[in-house]
């Protein structure tokens, strides 16, 4: 059975304070990890998807990594507005085999 | 583009109502999917459609009834609500050859 674990289930951050979110994971045939995030009240928006271990891949003060056992979403120099839920994802398989983890909530404080 | 619509954004049922959830997009998807949220848990899917025409099962879709007779459209309807079905409800869709799903707004249901 796929499975997706995120740490921290929380975490709180001063503005400019660098920091790691961690997704562990084991799957039968990787075919995508995916990160999300959420907003309060609203639907997952799409942020990246790595394919092979060593594969990175950055957006604003986002960067993503992935290795054979986990991903990780490396926070840079965070404002309040990256404050969100975010979400990790593999899948595996067809279209449908899609696991999600249950998100680390990121509060950045001014 | 309007991208994934979803209505109604919350509703209320009594045990043992029916209702249907809509959700429409306008990116011509082929993919779409229906998840549902609850809390300490991460988004589970219960139903979803590869095209018009063509739906399955996801992991939890005892309760639930999909069709799509559109590209666009792809409804949810609970057959008999139970309060185990208290949940935020989201509709997502994606292009056959991408893993990005684009997901809708969510509605809130609480059934009594």
């Known amino acids: 059975e796929d499975q997706v674990t995120q740490s921290p289930e929380a975490l709180r951050l001063q503005e400019g304070e660098s920091s790691s979110l961690n997704c562990s994971y084991t799957?039968?045939?990787?075919?995508?990890l995916f990160w999300y995030r959420q907003d309060p009240g609203k639907g997952p928006e799409f942020l990246f998807t790595l394919y092979s271990a060593g594969e990175e891949k950055e957006k604003e003060r986002l960067k993503a990594t992935l290795t054979k056992k986990e991903s990780f979403l490396h926070i840079t120099a965070p404002k309040p507005e990256d404050s969100a839920t975010y979400l990790c994802?593999?899948?595996?398989?067809?279209?449908?085999?899609?696991?999600f983890g249950t998100g680390t909530k990121l509060q950045v404080i001014p | 583009n309007a991208g994934v619509t979803q209505t109604p954004k919350f509703q209320v049922l009594k045990t043992g109502q029916s209702m249907t959830l809509q959700c429409a997009q306008d990116m011509n998807h082929e993919y779409m999917s229906w998840y549902r949220q609850d809390p300490g848990m991460g988004l589970r899917l219960i139903h979803y459609?590869?095209?018009?025409?063509?739906?399955d099962q996801g992991e939890v879709p005892n309760g639930y009834n999909v069709s799509r007779s559109t590209t666009e459209d792809f409804p949810l309807r609970l057959l008999s609500a139970a309060p185990s079905q208290t949940s935020v409800y989201f509709c997502?869709?994606?292009?056959?050859?991408?893993?990005?799903?684009?997901f809708g707004p969510g509605t809130r249901l609480t059934v009594l």
């Open positions: 799957v039968s045939g990787l075919r995508g």
């Open positions: 997502a869709s994606s292009y056959r050859s991408s893993n990005e799903q684009f």
């Open positions: 459609s590869v095209g018009a025409g063509i739906t």
């Open positions: 994802a593999v899948g595996a398989g067809g279209y449908q085999k899609v696991t």
